[in-house]
């Protein structure tokens, strides 16, 4: 089982759509999460971060937390087409200290 | 508020030699971490550097290696570089929890 999982995709959806990106963790002590944000030959963007159960919402994304079913995921509302990038999930993982494991990404285009 | 930098953007070597990449973090960031990204991947953490000392370490041979300054910039050394080592290189400064990526240094070995 890999750290951190997300669907290699991609996910296709309209502009003006939702888009649900999702991501579990191996890791039940986890205690940090983020998404990235990528664009092609770019390096990773922060654009959300969640320490604890529940939603955060920031703007038209939306991170949901549920460290019972250890999973995590970055909902976008009103997807455009500049919001067509891949979407990193990154989790603190305990590993005699803490650092932070990527999950390979999932490759998101909105289609105008 | 200058964001993190990195040098050079990127970087032809060939294979056995050795390549040194540096990193300034962010201001007020003390921690710098480095990444390993091949094409089509999520970034590899290599390891990181807090207090001028490597902190935490992923799965990487003792051939990366690291340094970090008192100014808490950073280099990441790679010696008898291979074929596999060609990559993007990223830097990643932090204070608490929350990275900050450098724009990268795409290294290609031949």
């Known amino acids: 089982q890999k750290e951190v999982e997300q669907n290699s995709g991609p996910l296709s959806v309209p502009e003006g759509a939702i888009a649900s990106l999702n991501c579990t963790y191996s890791?039940?002590?986890?205690?940090?999460f983020f998404w990235y944000r990528q664009y092609s030959g770019k390096s990773p963007e922060l654009i959300m971060s969640?320490?604890?159960?529940g939603d955060k919402e920031d703007g038209r994304f939306t991170a949901q937390l549920n460290k019972a079913s250890q999973y995590v995921s970055l909902l976008i509302r009103d997807s455009q087409p500049s919001d067509s990038a891949t979407y990193l999930c990154?989790?603190?993982?305990?590993?005699?200290?803490?650092?932070?494991?990527f999950g390979a990404g999932t490759r998101l285009f909105v289609k105008a | 508020d200058a964001g993190v930098t990195q040098s050079p953007t990127h970087l032809i070597k060939t294979r056995g030699q050795q390549v040194t990449l540096r990193c300034s973090p962010k201001?007020?960031?003390?921690?710098v971490s480095w990444y390993q990204q091949a094409l089509g991947q999520g970034p590899q953490f290599i390891f990181q550097?807090?207090?001028?000392?490597?902190?935490q370490r992923g799965n990487f041979p003792d051939r990366f290696s690291g340094h970090q300054f008192p100014n808490y910039s950073s280099e990441l050394n790679v010696n008898a570089l291979l074929l596999g080592d060609s990559a993007l290189y990223l830097c990643?400064?932090?204070?608490?929890?929350?990275?900050?990526f450098g724009p990268g240094t795409r290294l290609t070995v031949t």
């Open positions: 969640i320490y604890s159960n």
């Open positions: 890791d039940r002590v986890s205690q940090s």
């Open positions: 201001s007020g960031h003390d921690t």
């Open positions: 550097y807090y207090e001028e000392e490597e902190r």
């Open positions: 990154a989790v603190n993982m305990r590993a005699g200290g803490f650092k932070t494991i």
């Open positions: 990643a400064s932090s204070l608490a929890a929350e990275q900050y």
